[in-house]
Nanobody, 116 residues
Framework: QVQLVESGGGLVQPGGSLRLSCAAS????????MSWYRQAPGKERELVAT????????NYADSVKGRFTISRDNAKYTMLLQMNSLKPEDTAVYYC?????????WGQGTQVTVSS
């Protein structure tokens, strides 16, 4: 079955960096667009970044453009999110998402806290 496992979250000071990973299994990873979402306390889940199956096209939320970079390694069934210049408003649980066979699959999430 489809499984997505996020890792790499933690506590970081403003201006710092983190790299999140999403390990995928149970489907042909290289065939599907993948996305990162986040959900802050009391807010709705929002799209952060998307990457197409080959990695040729990426899109970002305006709030993270120029600071976050999404990438993928299809051979390793892994998607990454490099987050630089982190701000307190980036604090959230970050989720990876795959839309496979017409259904959305989510990981369990990884907490990112940006605080001094």
């Amino acid at each position: 079955q489809v499984q997505l496992v996020e890792s790499g979250g933690g506590l970081v000071q403003p201006g710092g960096s983190l790299r999140l990973s999403c390990a995928a299994s149970g489907f042909t990873f290289s065939m599907y667009t993948m996305s990162w979402y986040r959900q802050a306390p009391g807010k709705e889940r929002e799209l952060v970044a998307t990457i197409t199956s080959t990695g040729g096209t990426t899109n970002y939320a305006d709030s993270v453009k120029g600071r976050f970079t999404i990438s993928r390694d299809n051979a390793k069934y892994t998607m990454l999110l490099q987050m630089n210049s982190l701000k307190p408003e980036d604090t959230a649980v970050y989720y990876c998402k795959a839309a496979v066979w017409g259904r959305a699959y989510w990981g369990q999430g990884t907490q990112v806290t940006v605080s001094s």
